[in-house]
């Protein structure tokens, strides 16, 4: 090591003894480097490996030098061979015009060296010499390379003690940025407003600046909420322009935006900068609900000594954060607020309690909020149970807390409304009734909010009780008219059973013609007794709420038909024409209660053959709409009789009420049909109307609803044992008698040839004669156009091919003496129209076995043959007069009647001996009907348990009806009983497997 290096050496290492270097150690340097290289000029500089710049750490230059810059960029060829470790020596002219500037020489200046300053393969620093005289050699770099490489380690010393400081630094601002943000969430004043103004202060603070804000921006309005300034420059609700504030700058940034030189800066034009001066500025946005609510920003007209850096960045993150946060509960807390004052003035208004609870798993509870409606309640206030909801328990009716707990309880459980009455020991009312509703909701700790609404109802219950009063006593007072009703019924029919029974037993039997017509006139007066009984006990039925109807299976065509037959005899007694018409979509079976119908239509249409002296009564169905469910069939009675004057109409259908009492003189009637048929129809879910013109007739418009009967149901038409071998001739003028006994016929026989006059018919059975299939059967109507039918009848029979033809006679109008008439004319069978289809198939069978050869088959002929043979029937009855009337009914049908009078000896009887039917009436002493049936039905005996039993009772109402099948008993026939009726029950009943 040469001596002349050593010195400057020691100097240098020197320093390393040092906590920090002072700004002389490198000046200090470049003299020793000078002087070893008799170099007047040079410098000494910290190399940054990555861009190739040097930041100069000493220089001695030309003494004209005043402005010297830290930085010099190196060459890149310079840069690469300083890397390598190598010295470069710049022995040119001019000489490089970089380092002439550096060092304030003129380009005269033909000689400089770079010598690397390198440690550990690292080159750190770079020491520049020049001069004017002398050229340099590698060599000196050799010579003072111990000196090169201290200064190296010197460079990386200076490193690490400006990276401690530097890290000290951080740390300690760090800590005040902590200790700032600590002081500000430490914050505790109730009031926001002081709360964000003290924590500006502290951010005023931290930065160093004398402004700090917290603004709302609502579109380019920017309003200042919050601000601190120290000399009170500042004031809450002041109001500018967005883009006239540095906050636009935030709010484009949507960051933080941190300026400490605005002058300098690229916003340097910035109209707030213009207007106020503000050199420093460091804001950000507020997110509050994430939406975006304002900036939190600090400003100062000062320039900043230091750059704002990520402590800064990040502190303001933070506190926008919380000052977004404490916006947000200020926000929520005002919401709740205003949502408290709008049930507090809602409690105000609506009476009872509206409350909040929130029960705690632990078991406490406490009101959230209570209206003040709680003194109404429990006579407490809402301060009493803000802190205890179970307060409220003490004041609960003892008997009421076991259901109260329990079904608040079982709400509680399954989260569902909470829905109760229960009673109130007032402190101040005394006993109240009240109704509580309330729905649980569970919070994420696991606790349970409850929002309800508590009622006085303490009036609503009285009346509510008096209410049930009132029903009971109407219930009572409704049992007490169905049992006056139900005794009515049984004592009313009873005597009527016997009158019309014997009536018809006597009619049965040989009398004179002034006889038959003296019991044929009590008959009719009977029935007629008989229709306004029935009409005040269908009234009776109806003011009771016992009116009710049945759901059965019927055949709608065969039901019209059969209403038509019984209709039949006024229609001809007044001269009236008649026509029935169904429209083609109308459904053929159905499900309701043909009874009920049946009941309206002979209500209508003797109403209209009333009314009607001449012209015609008219039924007409249609089909008014159809669904899966439901059918509404729209029924029109019409006729032209007297009519009904246009402002008496709206009477027609109050109860007890006719048009005018000349109409009630002159035609009777009690006034209650239309009442009883309204009442009905709105029972089978329709409406019923009437349309009249005084002197020109009225049409019965109703509308009933109906079901599809189940397929199983569908009635099977009767068909002869060869309906294929059956072709018949129709011979009918009248096209809708012609169209409806073709109807019936086409059910019946294979094929059905109609024709509307005598002629056509001749022509057609001679034809048919010669042919392989003549007709086998011919049903004439009696009258016809050109020759009536007792002449066509005549005339078949005078011909040879046609005599054998068995023919049957009907008429709309029959005449005494028609019958024998007829079987003089060739006819075997005798019906007058409308034909019943049971009927009309029955007499054409009997004719196509030949019991019209030596008699007329009329119904009656129908009837012995269908009567039931060697039938033993018990009769249990205890009237005498109604036991006489059935037995000898029941025996004209061909049965063996054994007769008791009470249930005891009916159920004797069964014991003793078999029958093939009982029929058993309910009401009888010692033991009712429904008694003895349920005792035979209890027998062990199958034989015995299954005997068919038939009530035969005048008690007429639904429920009686159910009781009788209750007890076992098979089917139901109401007082006065009817010949027709005792023979379907035998035929349906008696002897079945």
Known sequence: MPLDVLPALL?????????????????????????????????????????GVVQLTAVQASKTKTDTSPLWSLQAEHRTALA???????????????????????????????????????????????????????????????????????ILFQRQVLNRLSAQEKHDRQQASLRALSQITALRQRDDHTLIADALYLGCSYFGVPFGIVSHIQQDDYVIEVQYSANGALQDGAQFRLGKTYCSLTYQADDVVAISMMGLS????????????????????????????????FSSPEVQERQFDEIDHEFLRLM????????????????????????????????????????????????????????GIYGLKPLDVADDASKVLMYLHPDDVNEVVASYTKALATLSHWDTVYRIQHPSKGLIWVEAHAKPERTPEGDTLWYGMVMDVTEQQAAKFKLQQAMQAAEAANQAKSLFLANMSHEIRTPMNGVLGMISLLLDSNLTPQQREYAETVRFSGDVLMGVINDILDFSKIEAGRLELETLDFDLPRLLNDFSAMMSLRLQEKGLRYQCDIAAEVPTMLRGDPGRLRQVLINLVGNAIKFTDH?????????????????????CVSDTGIGIPSDKIHRLFNSFSQVDESTSRRFGGTGLGLAICKQIVTLMGGEIAAHSIAEQGTDFVFTVQMAMASSAAHIRLRQASTPQQQKVLLVD???????????????????????????????????????????????CDLH?????????????KGETALAALPLVLVTAIGVRGDGSRAHQAGFAAYLTKPVVADEFYGVLELVLQGEGDSQLVTRHTLKEVNSVQHCKVLLAEDNPVNRMVAVKMLEKLGCSVVTVENGRFALMAVLE????????????????????TRLIRSQANGALSGIPIIALTANALADDKQRCFDVGMDDFLVKPIQSDALLKALKQWARRP
């Open 784 to 796: 016809l156009p050109e020759m009536d039918g007792l002449q066509l009848a005549r005339a078949i």
């Open 11 to 51: 100097r240098a290492q020197s320093n390393f003894n040092a906590e920090s270097l002072d700004s002389g150690v490198f000046s200090a340097a470049l003299q020793d480097l000078l002087q070893l290289s008799e170099s007047p000029w040079g410098g000494i500089g910290e190399l940054n490996g990555v861009n």
């Open 320 to 375: 926008s954060r919380w000052v977004g946060g404490t916006i947000e509960r200020q926000l929520a807390r005002q919401e709740r607020d205003d949502i408290a004052e709008r049930f507090r003035k809602i409690g105000e208004q609506v009476p009872g309690l509206i409350f909040q609870t929130r029960m705690n798993q632990d078991g406490s509870s406490a009101y959230l909020y209570a209206s003040a409606g709680i003194e």
């Open 84 to 154: 390598k470790g190598r010295a470069v020596c710049l022995n040119q002219s001019p000489m490089n015009a970089a380092i002439c500037d550096l060092l304030g020489l003129n380009e005269d200046v033909q000689y400089a060296v770079l010598l690397p300053m390198q440690y550990q393969d690292e080159v750190v620093g770079i020491a520049l010499l020049a001069n004017k005289n002398k050229a340099y050699k590698v060599i000196l770099a050799k010579k003072i390379a111990p000196l090169l490489t201290t200064l190296a380690q010197l």
């Open 615 to 635: 012209g015609h009564v008219s039924v007409s169905v249609s089909l008014e709409s159809q669904t899966t469910a439901a059918i509404t069939l729209r029924f």
């Open 733 to 779: 003028a009248i096209d809708s008698h012609r169209e409806a006994l073709v109807s019936l016929l086409s059910a019946w026989a294979w094929q059905v040839v109609a024709v509307s006059s005598s002629a056509k018919a001749l022509a057609l059975l001679r034809e048919g004669a010669s042919t392989s299939t003549p007709f086998t059967l011919a049903v």
């Open 913 to 932: 001996q078999p029958f093939d039917l009982v029929f058993m009436d309910m009401q009888m002493p010692e033991m009712d009907g429904l008694e003895a």
């Open 266 to 297: 690229p916003w340097g034009n910035h109209p707030c900068y213009a207007e106020f001066g503000l050199e420093t500025y460091i804001g950000i946005p507020i997110w509050v609900a994430g939406q975006r609510y304002g900036t939190l920003n």
